[in-house]
């Protein structure tokens, strides 16, 4: 209990850091940015606000310029539910890809943040 509330205290005071301290965008053309905007449209990133790998995620994404919609998985959300169902597992952060018509649920911060990297940079 005592070790959740401290974990979780941190994870705020992280996320605020970060919020803080996040610097520039990448900067693209009007159009190239309006083109990266329309495809993060079929992608969402499923997490929770203080959760340090998610933060990392986030951070990345916020660098690369990329609007992806962002899924609050806490407790009570039915973003929580379609995780578990879609995913396999409640971990996040989590990508959402949707692509030709199929559905790929992508975990593991490092992994997104290189999947994001690959396409976007
Ligand atoms: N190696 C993973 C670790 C992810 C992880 O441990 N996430 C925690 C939150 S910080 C989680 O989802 N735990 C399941 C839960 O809290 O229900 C990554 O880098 O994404």
């Known amino acids: 209990m ?11 005071i992280i996320a605020i850091m970060d919020l803080a301290t996040r610097g520039t965008k990448l900067k693209r053309s009007l159009e190239k940015q309006q083109q990266v905007n329309d495809e993060v449209k079929s992608l969402a990133l499923y997490q929770f606000f203080a959760c340090p790998f998610c933060i990392k995620t ?3 994404m916020y660098k690369l310029n990329l609007p992806i919609d962002k ?14 169902t879609g995913g396999g597992q409640v971990k996040v952060p989590c990508l959402r890809i949707e692509q030709d018509g199929k559905v790929e649920w992508l975990y593991d911060s490092t992994e997104i943040i290189r999947y994001l990297q690959t396409r976007f940079a």
């Not at 899924?71 to 578990?84: I, K, N, V």
């Open 71 to 84: 899924r609050s998985a806490s407790q009570g959300s039915p973003f929580r539910d379609e995780l578990l």
């Open 2 to 12: 005592l070790v959740k509330f401290i974990r979780n205290l941190l994870g705020v």
């Open 58 to 60: 986030r951070r990345a």
